[in-house]
């Protein structure tokens, strides 16, 4: 290639033509959560509670791991939470859409007794509800009262990532004692708890603490590791409480991470 106005000839790269704009790639699909290992499906269209369902798969195991359906939500009734025993194990999860357990604003959500595990993954508890004069009455070893969605016993390890708890109460009842108090509108920890990229929204502990979280211990016999709470990643909406406003303890191992609260309150 000589350019007619040199006055030598000279050899340069030919001009390369121009480079097409790829086609822009079309948005990835969500993402699902992974299918588990030894997965039990819940059938939402029967008759049985999923609390009924998961009693009666523990009657002879250990640990289970339950998928509910994608997007589906799954009523609980009075007086039947979700209960993992003592030393037992429970992975409840959905892939997809938020599968929704539903209290009904009457019932608490899971109860996880002394030393047993839950892995709660992709899940949304809503409408749920603790009343403090009734645990009292009925409160399992190792347990504090509260804990609208779900109440975690002494000893017990619970891990919950990408969920959403919304609408809880820890309430108070009876009048007639005022020493009686609910803590946790959402969640009531006794034991180790790990949270990650979860939502917490509307929930109250008018007459205790905590309005969406509450870490503490009764364990005046030194039987159950000190309450834990790990937190990372996740949203705290209008939570209320007499004490704490979204998160009230009285451990010195709670530790909040990157963690956003708006229009939370404190009464006291």
């Known amino acids: 290639y000589c350019p007619e106005a040199c006055g030598i000839c000279a050899t340069v790269p030919a001009p390369s033509p121009p480079v097409p704009l790829a086609a822009s790639l079309p948005p990835s699909p969500p993402s699902l959560t992974p299918m588990l290992p030894d997965t039990i499906y819940f059938d939402d269209s029967s008759?049985?509670?999923?609390?009924?369902?998961?009693?009666?798969?523990?009657?002879?195991?250990?640990?289970?791991v339950v998928l509910l359906p994608e997007g589906s939500t799954s009523?609980?009734?009075t007086n039947k939470?979700?209960?993992?025993?003592?030393?037992?194990?429970?992975?409840?999860?959905?892939?997809?859409?938020?599968?929704?357990?539903?209290?009904?604003?009457e019932v608490q959500g899971i109860e996880v007794r002394r030393f047993a595990h839950l892995d709660l993954r992709n899940v949304h508890v809503t409408r749920t509800i603790a009343y403090a004069d009734e645990q009292t009455r009925s409160i399992s070893p190792g347990c504090i009262t509260?804990?609208?969605a779900i109440n975690i016993c002494g000893g017990a390890d619970v891990s919950i990532s990408?969920?959403?708890?919304?609408?809880?109460t820890a309430a108070f009842k009876d009048l007639e004692d005022p020493a009686i108090t609910s803590n946790g509108g959402l969640i009531s920890n006794a034991g180790i708890l790990t949270v990650v990229d979860t939502?917490?929204?509307?929930?109250?502990?008018?007459?205790?603490?905590?309005?969406?979280?509450?870490?503490?211990?009764?364990?005046?016999?030194?039987?159950?590791?000190?309450?834990?709470a790990n937190v990372t990643g996740s949203t705290f909406h209008r939570?209320?409480?007499?004490g704490g406003g979204a998160v009230a303890t009285f451990s010195d191992l709670v530790v909040l991470r990157d963690v956003r609260m708006t229009q939370c309150y404190a009464f006291v």
């Open 239 to 242: 939570c209320q409480s007499g």
């Open 75 to 77: 009523t609980l009734v």
């Open 81 to 105: 939470p979700i209960i993992i025993p003592q030393n037992k194990s429970l992975t409840l999860y959905s892939r997809g859409a938020m599968a929704t357990i539903d209290g009904q604003d």
């Open 199 to 228: 939502e917490f929204e509307l929930a109250n502990a008018d007459f205790g603490y905590g309005g969406c979280l509450y870490t503490a211990s009764n364990d005046v016999e030194g039987l159950y590791p000190a309450p834990v």
């Open 162 to 168: 990408n969920c959403k708890f919304s609408e809880g």
């Open 146 to 148: 509260g804990g609208g």
């Open 47 to 64: 008759d049985q509670t999923v609390a009924d369902f998961i009693a009666d798969h523990f009657s002879d195991k250990f640990e289970l």
